[in-house]
T-cell receptor, first 114, second 113 residues
Framework: NAGVTQTPKFQVLKTGQSMTLQCAQDMNHEYMSWYRQDPGMGLRLIHYSVGAGITDQGEVPNGYNVSRSTTEDFPLRLLSAAPSQTSVYFC?????????????FGPGTRLTVT | GENVEQHPSTLSVQEGDSAVIKCTYSDSASNYFPWYKQELGKRPQLIIDIRSNVGEKKDQRIAVTLNKTAKHFSLHITETQPEDSAVYFCASRGSNSGYALNFGKGTSLLVTP
């Protein structure tokens, strides 16, 4: 059981470039989400998905796109990177409605936009 | 949406002392309250959680209490050790965003020998 995996671990982008952060889980979790973590700001929800084919916006969705074609994968796309998107990005997954309620996090991707 | 307030933002205690971190939430429909510990450069990891039908839960040196009427919950760490030094996040599972976890801004705990 690999749990939640993310690639890459580190990435440097120039302003205006695009890229995709990959996230996968092997726990058959329906609910997957992306958070960004900035100093002093906690974890803020970017986008989430309650199942394959269903996605929706969280608290800070601007500049990001997601899709969920399979239960296992939930990639996050940066359309045109900006310095304000410099952050650590965490993917997370859990069961949607039934217990246990524990949410598992991936190891994170540290992104720098110059 | 749900608003989770966490205090204090930093906490320094001596080894062996107790540490208490407090959180309040706004969504009366919230029914699940986990606490995560994050060490430097690592992912957040669940250390204890409580559901809304329980007032207190304990696991060795850590405990969580919930007051649903006042909409606040607290983390208690007793007999602190240097390895308890980390950032701690509270969260609540509200009714917004598909029942997303909403996080407090974190408490940086330092345990000095």
């Amino acid at each position: 059981n690999a749990g939640v995996t993310q690639t890459p671990k580190f990435q440097v982008l120039k302003t205006g470039q695009s890229m995709t952060l990959q996230c996968a889980q092997d726990m058959n979790h329906e609910y997957m989400s992306w958070y960004r973590q900035d100093p002093g700001m906690g974890l803020r929800l970017i986008h989430y998905s309650v199942g394959a084919g269903i996605t929706d916006q969280g608290e800070v969705p601007n500049g990001y796109n997601v899709s969920r074609s399979t239960t296992e994968d939930f990639p996050l796309r940066l359309l045109s990177a900006a310095p304000s998107q410099t952050s650590v990005y965490f993917c997370a997954s859990r069961f949607r409605d039934r217990g246990p309620y524990e949410q598992y996090f991936g190891p994170g991707t540290r992104l720098t936009v110059t | 949406g749900e608003n989770v307030e966490q205090h204090p933002s930093t906490l320094s205690v001596q080894e062996g002392d107790s540490a208490v971190i407090k959180c309040t939430y706004s969504d009366s429909a919230s029914n699940y309250f986990p606490w995560y510990k994050q060490e430097l450069g690592k992912r957040p990891q669940l250390i204890i959680d409580i559901r809304s039908n329980v007032g207190e839960k304990k696991d060795q040196r850590i405990a969580v209490t919930l007051n649903k009427t006042a909409k606040h919950f607290s983390l208690h760490i007793t007999e602190t050790q240097p390895e308890d030094s980390a950032v701690y996040f509270c969260a609540s599972r509200g009714s917004n965003s598909g029942y997303a976890l909403n996080f407090g801004k974190g408490t940086s705990l330092l345990v000095t020998p």
